[in-house]
Nanobody
Framework: VQLQASGGGLVQAGGSLRLSCADS????????LGWFRQAPGKEREFVAG????????HYADSVKGRFTISRDHAKNTVYLQMNSLSPEDTAIYYCAARRYSYESVNQDDYSYWGQGTQVTVSS
């Protein structure tokens, strides 16, 4: 598994962005996937996770109802659709994959990480 995240950028509060994370080796079809973020001066935190089927999902309370994780097996890509963004969502966003099929909110359970993509939300 080799992950490459993209789609970050600068957006105004209330706007939307969609992050993408592709597996360049096309091998993560059976892996659970997740998105994490790290804001300046803060610890990295869980944002969203999905099982290998793309059926079971979990979200951090702070993003429920605004963010949606999804995956496209044919494209070996996981997405994070982010709506109603606020300045508090400003962070570097990381995609990650587990060696196992079911998602976790614990970053230590993820073995593979993308390089991160910056999301900045202006007020």
């Amino acid at each position: 598994v080799q992950l490459q995240a993209s789609g970050g950028g600068l957006v105004q509060a209330g706007g939307s962005l969609r992050l993408s994370c592709a597996d360049s080796r096309r091998t993560f079809s059976n892996n659970a996937l997740g998105w994490f973020r790290q804001a300046p001066g803060k610890e990295r935190e869980f944002v969203a996770g999905m099982d290998w089927r793309g059926i079971s999902t979990h979200y951090a309370d702070s993003v429920k109802g605004r963010f949606t994780i999804s995956r496209d097996h044919a494209k070996n890509t996981v997405y994070l659709q982010m709506n109603s963004l606020s300045p508090e969502d400003t962070a570097i966003y990381y995609c990650a994959a587990r060696r196992y099929s079911y998602e976790s909110v614990n970053q230590d359970d993820y073995s593979y990480w993308g390089q991160g993509t910056q999301v900045t939300v202006s007020s």
